[in-house]
């Protein structure tokens, strides 16, 4: 049975908490911290599979956005591959059915908390409308 859309980015973000590593969310927060795991909408957020049957459960796509502190050049890229590969397992790890796609290549992000190293995942989850 599919997840709920209006409880599926709260049922991720659970699957994916790690308490005393980093900060997740189910949402974009306003302010982006260093050590968090974001649970965005991607584009497109929803797909349905058929649009004459609204009984059919659509396809829900959502980006996974980890973030690390920058440090050095070997330190930053160190936190990120951890992290990236701490995320994926939970993932997997979960009754979550998904769809995954490699993770993006690291990238500076300049945020109002500051310097910071991110990557993310797309995943698709299969939802239904309620």
């Known amino acids: 049975m599919a997840t709920a859309l209006t409880t599926l980015r709260t049922t991720i973000a659970t699957a994916l908490t790690n308490t005393d590593v980093w900060n997740t969310y189910a949402f974009p927060p306003s302010v982006i911290t260093v050590n968090s795991v974001i649970v965005a909408p ?74 910071m190293l991110t990557s993310d995942f797309s995943i698709t989850v299969l939802t239904s409308w309620s």
């Open 42 to 115: 991607s584009d497109p957020y929803l797909v349905p599979s058929n649009n004459s049957q609204a009984s059919i459960s659509p396809m829900a796509n959502f980006k996974i956005i980890m973030t690390v502190p920058m440090l050095d050049n070997e330190g930053n890229l160190n936190g990120i591959e951890d992290t990236i590969v701490a995320v994926f397992n939970k993932l997997a790890s979960s009754s979550i059915v998904f769809n995954i796609t490699g993770a993006s290549a690291p990238t500076v992000l300049d945020a109002a908390s500051g310097a």
